[in-house]
C-alpha cells in the first residue's frame, strides 16, 4: 500500500528547542516536499526535494531545515522554534505527478 | 508564474443540493489539473484529475472538466451527502518535474 508515514502527529514545545518532524515514503518517489497549512493561507511549501542530496528552498523556507540522505526519508528540522511556526505541517511525496500526503503533524510552540 | 484561484469559502449546502466549486488557473504549457480533499484530521487525497484539454475527471460523484479556453476546473456533484464535507483543493502540475502547486481550499459544510 502507498503510504506516507510522518511523525509524530502532535507535538508541543518550548521555543528555541531543536525538534525534527520525520517522514518516510514506499513508493520509491525521486520527488518529496513539506508544506505548511495555516487558516486562509491554505498550503505553503517550505523545502522540497528532486532527489538524494538534492533539496531546495520553497515559498517559506525561513526558520526550517531538511535533509535527504536516502530516497525514502525526508525529515524536517526547526533549529530553534519559534511561536510563528505554530501550524499544521504535511509532508508528501510526488511521482507521476500524482502527490501523497502523510497524516500531518500538528506543531504548538510556546 | 503559475497559480490557481479557487474560490473562498465556507460553503454551506444542505444534503442533496449541488455543488460547484470554482477554479481557474494561470500556467504556461499544458499543465495536469487536480482537485484533493482533505477529510477532518487527515492528510489531502487525490479526488479526481485531468490531463489534457477537454478531459473529465470524475470520482465518487464528483466531475471535473479541463477548460483551456477559460483556464478553469470547476468542481461539481450533482447531489452532496453530510460525509461530503471537508476542505477541497485544486492543483495544477506544470509537468515539469513534479512540482504541484495548490490553491488555497475550500471548506465545505454539508448540512442534514
Known amino acids: 500500500e502507498a503510504q506516507v508515514t510522518q511523525n509524530p502527529r502532535y507535538l508541543i514545545t518550548v521555543t528555541g528547542k531543536k525538534l525534527t518532524v520525520t517522514c518516510s515514503q514506499n513508493?520509491?518517489?525521486?520527488?518529496m516536499s513539506w508544506y505548511r497549512q495555516d487558516p486562509g493561507l491554505g498550503l505553503r511549501q517550505i523545502y522540497y526535494?528532486?532527489?538524494?542530496?538534492?533539496?531546495d528552498k520553497g515559498d517559506v523556507p525561513e526558520g526550517y531545515k531538511v535533509s535527504r540522505k536516502e530516497k525514502r526519508n525526508f525529515p524536517l528540522i526547526l533549529e530553534s522554534p519559534s511561536p510563528n511556526q505554530t501550524s499544521l505541517y504535511f509532508c508528501?511525496?510526488?511521482?507521476?505527478?500524482?502527490?501523497?500526503f502523510g497524516q500531518g503533524t500538528r506543531l504548538t510552540v510556546v | 508564474g503559475d497559480s490557481v484561484t479557487q474560490m473562498e469559502g465556507p460553503v454551506t449546502l444542505s444534503e442533496e443540493a449541488f455543488l460547484t466549486i470554482n477554479c481557474t488557473y494561470t500556467?504556461?504549457?499544458?499543465?495536469?489539473l487536480f482537485w484533493y480533499v482533505q477529510y477532518p484530521g487527515e492528510g489531502l487525497q487525490l479526488l479526481l484529475k485531468?490531463?489534457?484539454?477537454?478531459d473529465k475527471g470524475s470520482n465518487k460523484g464528483f466531475e471535473a472538466t479541463y477548460r483551456k479556453e477559460t483556464t478553469s476546473f470547476h468542481l461539481e456533484k450533482g447531489s452532496v451527502q453530510v460525509s461530503d464535507s471537508a476542505v477541497y483543493f485544486c492543483?495544477?502540475?506544470?509537468?515539469?518535474?513534479?512540482?504541484?502547486?495548490f490553491g488555497k481550499g475550500t471548506r465545505l459544510h454539508i448540512l442534514p
Open positions: 492543483a495544477l502540475s506544470p509537468n515539469r518535474d513534479d512540482k504541484i502547486i
Open positions: 508528501a511525496s510526488t511521482g507521476y505527478t500524482e502527490a501523497f
Open positions: 485531468a490531463t489534457k484539454a477537454d
Open positions: 500556467a504556461t504549457g499544458y499543465p495536469s
Open positions: 513508493m520509491n518517489h525521486e520527488y
Open positions: 526535494s528532486m532527489n538524494v542530496e538534492v533539496t
